[in-house]
């Protein structure tokens, strides 16, 4: 059974970090590409970064250039999001997602977490 679990969310102040993470098991998910997603009440889900396995072609959505760091680990077949200097806007439901590979580079998000809450205060 594929599963992939996210952890780390939690309640912050604006400026300070979280680290997502993401678990995948139950299929080989090395050839698969990563996202993260978010979804804040009454707006659409929104891809925050995407990976591959590698560590390459790497995206992030503007809102959080400069700010999150997508990241792999194949030994522990973990994603995570690192999150800094956090803002009230990005309060919202995180999601780990993967999607198989294409040719195209556009990706159908095939297995999804569970999500976990980011509150950030002022």
């Known amino acids: 059974q594929v599963q992939l679990v996210e952890s780390g969310g939690g309640l912050v102040q604006a400026g300070d970090s979280l680290r997502l993470s993401c678990a995948a098991s139950?299929?080989?998910?090395?050839?698969?590409?990563m996202g993260w997603f978010r979804q804040a009440p009454g707006k659409e889900r929104e891809l925050v970064a995407r990976?591959?396995?590698?560590?390459?072609?790497?995206y992030y959505g503007d809102s959080v250039k400069g700010r999150f760091t997508i990241s792999t680990d194949n030994a522990k077949n973990s994603v995570y999001l690192q999150m800094n200097s956090l803002k009230l806007e990005d309060t919202a439901v995180y999601y780990c997602?993967?999607?198989?590979?294409?040719?195209?580079?556009?990706?159908?998000?095939?297995?999804w977490g569970q999500g976990t809450q980011v509150t950030v205060s002022s």
């Open positions: 997602a993967a999607a198989p590979p294409t040719s195209n580079g556009r990706y159908s998000y095939d297995y």
């Open positions: 139950g299929r080989t998910f090395s050839s698969y590409v």
């Open positions: 990976t591959r396995w590698s560590g390459r072609s790497t």
